[in-house]
């Protein structure tokens, strides 16, 4: 299986449309399809902004593994949200960050005081 017949693959697993990865990435649309159909050797730059978008490791699109047994509904639900995130307008946006941002530094702080009570 070459490279581009591997990202096609993850890629549908993800529910991700060739539109929304060569966004993601700033390629036009046909060079993508280009490199998933094997007509053209991407770049290693290019295969990494590509595993990126697509939520995988770089190494895993050249693992023996199969990767695609890795790609469960919970992935598929948060690209599907991910991509309704990216829908809206800058101050939705804004909002949604700031409270995933509040979620983080709340977690991050709960972390540090668990620990400077446990004596760790």
């Known amino acids: 299986m070459n490279i581009g ?3 096609r693959q993850i890629r549908e697993a993800k529910g991700l449309t060739q539109k929304e990865v060569s966004l993601t990435i700033g390629m036009d649309q046909s060079q993508y399809s280009k490199i998933e159909k094997g007509k053209t050797d991407p ?7 590509i595993a990126k978008a697509i939520g995988i490791e770089l190494s895993d699109l050249f693992a ?9 509904s919970y992935d598929k639900s948060l690209m599907e949200k991910l991509h309704l995130i990216e829908q809206l307008d ?22 540090t005081l668990t620990n400077a009570l446990s004596g760790n």
């Open 90 to 111: 800058e101050e939705e946006k804004k909002s949604i960050f700031n409270i995933v941002d509040g979620l983080v530094s709340k977690k991050k702080l709960r972390d």
């Open 43 to 49: 770049s290693t730059s290019t295969v990494d902004k």
């Open 64 to 72: 023996s593994h199969d990767v695609l047994k890795d790609i469960n």
């Open 5 to 7: 017949d591997k990202i």
